[in-house]
């Protein structure tokens, strides 16, 4: 039982939007930022988006992220095949003293 | 070009130990926190340890404390994690991953991972 709560699947056509959603608490994201992460099969996690709505350098604007409270949400427009991937939301706990995940949203590209 | 290379994983025993390195390049040693990640076979991330840059401060998640260890040495640029009392529901890829700063769950840059499996 993860202690921020993601949805297992979702999926969406090519060219269209899909959003996925990060549940957590006052300890978690509702006093620290947000971060996700992208994982495709075999490799590597790969940072998304830091700081709720940061992109690093290198990731397309078509990937944005938001957060209101203690929810946050990943966006990614413009769906491409690649896509494709394990999702993951995550946030440092000020209770537990240690970062917790998400436990990661399966995206299929239909 | 920032690299972190894990190494020591493998197969464990029961109640025994491990202890994992991840060599750092490419940036310097010391300015950050360092944290381990691991992921049982088709499940999720789960945060193990972070270890500020001096090595003074360090943290554990709940299902590792009390067993395992993080530790660095800066003159060498290396992270390591003892891992002792081996339990088969350790069986994880481990990863090392770069903090931008302590106290993030914001994990810039990873390794590749090593794998350990605890098995009899």
């Known amino acids: 039982q993860s202690v921020l709560s993601q949805p297992p699947s979702t999926s969406g056509t090519p060219g269209h939007r899909v959003t996925i959603s990060c549940s957590g608490s006052?300890?978690?994201?509702?006093?620290?930022?947000v971060n996700w992460y992208q994982q495709l099969p075999g490799t590597a996690p790969k940072l998304l988006i830091y700081s709720d709505n940061q992109r690093p350098s290198g990731v397309p604007d078509r990937i944005s992220g938001s957060k209101s409270g203690t929810s946050a949400s990943l966006a990614i427009s413009g769906l491409h095949s690649e896509d494709e991937a394990d999702y993951y939301c995550a946030a440092w706990d000020d209770s537990l003293n240690g970062v917790v995940f998400g436990g990661g949203t399966k995206l299929s590209v239909l | 070009e920032v690299q972190l290379v894990e190494s020591g994983g493998g197969l464990g025993h029961p109640g025994g130990s491990l202890r994992l390195s991840c060599s750092a390049s490419g940036f310097t040693f010391d300015n950050y926190a360092l944290n381990w990640v691991r992921q049982a076979p088709g499940k999720g991330l789960e945060w193990v340890a972070v270890i500020t840059g001096s090595g003074v401060t360090t943290y554990y998640g709940d299902s590792v404390k009390g067993r395992f260890t993080i530790s660095r040495d800066n003159s060498q640029n290396t992270l390591y994690l003892e891992m002792n009392s081996l339990r088969a529901e350790d069986t994880a890829e481990y990863y090392c991953?770069?903090?931008?700063?302590f106290g993030s769950g914001s994990f810039d840059y990873w390794g590749q991972g090593t794998l350990v499996t605890v098995s009899s």
């Open positions: 991953a770069r903090s931008d700063y």
């Open positions: 006052s300890s978690n994201i509702g006093s620290n930022t």
